[in-house]
C-alpha cells in the first residue's frame, strides 16, 4: 500500500470510493429518494470547492487497483461543545479490499500526526451509533463517545455519536 496526499486529479476517484463503501455500509438504511438526494449533494464542483479548503487536508491509499482509501481532516465543523483547539475528522473510507489490511490505522495515524502538527488539543468525529466495527476502531485509539447527533440523509435523521479523542 502506499499513501500519499491527495491531488485535484484524485477527487472523481474518491469521489467514487466515498460513494461505493457508503452504500456498501449503509445504503439498506435509506429509501431510495433519501440516499439520491444525500449523494447530490457530492458533486465534482462540491468535491472541488472542498479541496480548495486551506484547513482540508485529504490522504489517499492506494494499491495496484487504485484508490484503496481515504481520510480528510480540517477545523472543526461539527456542533460539538469544547474550547480546545480543536481539528475534525472529517471522512475515513476503505475499499472492500483494503478492509483487515492495516489502510484504516495509516490514514488514522496520519490524521493524529497532522492534528497533533495543527497545535490541536483534541480530534472530533461522528460514528454512525450501529457501526459497530468503526467505533471499536476508533474507541481503540481513545476516541470516548460524547453524545448523539442527528446525520441526515435525505429526509432521515440517523443517530450518529459525537467521538473525541484527547491528544
Known sequence: ??????TAADLPAIDALFRESFDATFGHLYAPEDAAAFFAGFTPEAWAEEFAQPDLRFRIAEDEAGLAGFCKISDLQLP?????????????????????GGAAQALMDWAIAQARARGAEE?????YSDNHRAKRFYERYGF???GPYAFMVGNQADEDRLYRMVL
Do not use: C, H
Open 1 to 6: 500500500m502506499n499513501y500519499r496526499d491527495a
Open 80 to 100: 460539538a461543545e469544547t474550547s480546545a483547539r480543536t481539528m475534525e475528522l472529517r471522512q475515513l473510507y476503505l475499499a472492500e479490499r483494503a478492509k483487515g
Open 123 to 127: 480530534i472530533w468525529l461522528t460514528v
Open 144 to 146: 470516548t463517545d460524547q
